[in-house]
């Protein structure tokens, strides 16, 4: 298993448990991902999750060094361009198959380390995000030579100040935690031993709350808040400009040079 899931009342904890990829979001841990989230969203029992990270990283992305990693994200992203044109979204928010946004309970993000590219799709994903006073949170994808996927554009150009979004994604650097805090980013800093607690104290709270007045507060904000304002159809736009850029030879090359721990050589093909 890549993914650990356990309950503890009306919270569940969600951990990335890929330690020695920093939680490199493999097929195998999409598909626990997917799995869990359904499982959560449809246990009556539970009303919020956390997610966090094993090790010393929340998630580090998509895991594009392995063997046909390059070649399987062809495929995927082409499928997930074809499914958001089709208008197949059953989830809350239209955004990932494997993301927090498939439920209307909320999820907390208690990040622990770096949390990059595909992980940071991720943390955005969820509804709130507590940061250790050592983590590091971004997009990467241009210096690899891919377009921010999984809604990173999207959230991420709704959730901050709009040059501010720009920055982050067209400089492909990442924040410390005080200054994701200060931007609003993150909903709060603590240090790295208080950051579980933090998180559950959180959960407790909103667990405390009426779970029906809870998720339609979220749905509301969600579908009357980002939803006609053009999320969905710039999710498509992403997507399909995600699935094109993937199949560049420039992509090819980040990934590639990525993984070879060398400056990539981009030709703009």
């Known amino acids: 298993m890549t993914v650990r899931y356990e309950t503890d009342g ?19 841990m999409s598909r626990d991902l997917n799995r869990i989230w359904s499982e959560f969203d449809q246990d009556d029992a539970l009303h919020v999750a956390i997610i966090t990270g094993a090790g010393r990283a929340f998630c580090a992305g998509r895991d594009l060094v392995r063997d046909g990693a390059h070649d399987d994200e062809i495929d995927r992203a082409g499928r ?5 044109a089709s208008g197949r979204r059953s ?47 971004g997009s990467m994808a241009p210096k690899r030579g891919l377009v921010p996927g ?12 709009f040059g501010k979004a720009l920055e982050l994604l067209l400089r492909a650097n990442h924040l410390d935690a005080h200054e994701a805090h200060r931007i609003g ?28 007045a809870v998720r339609a507060a979220k749905r509301a904000a969600y579908e009357g808040v980002l939803l006609p304002s053009g999320f969905a159809e710039g999710m498509d ?33």
């Open 91 to 137: 989830n809350a928010a239209g955004l990932s198959s494997w993301g927090p946004d498939q439920t209307y309970k909320p999820v907390i993000a208690a990040i622990n380390g770096w949390c990059l590219a595909g992980g940071f799709a991720l943390a955005l994903s969820c509804d709130l995000r507590i940061m250790s006073d050592t983590a590091r949170i």
């Open 80 to 84: 997930s361009a074809e499914s958001n």
């Open 150 to 161: 999984g809604g990173q554009v999207q959230r991420l150009a709704r959730y901050v100040p």
């Open 185 to 212: 980013l993150a909903n709060a800093v603590t240090d790295s031993d208080s950051l579980l607690d933090t998180a559950r104290e959180w959960a407790d709270e909103i667990a405390a709350n009426g779970p029906l």
């Open 237 to 269: 736009l992403e997507s399909q400009l995600y699935a094109d850029v993937m199949k560049s030879a420039d992509a090819r090359e980040g990934t590639t040079a990525f993984a070879e721990k060398r400056p990539a050589n981009f030709t703009g093909r």
């Open 10 to 28: 009306k919270i569940a904890l969600v951990t990335l448990d890929r330690p020695e990829r920093m939680n490199a979001i493999s097929p195998e």
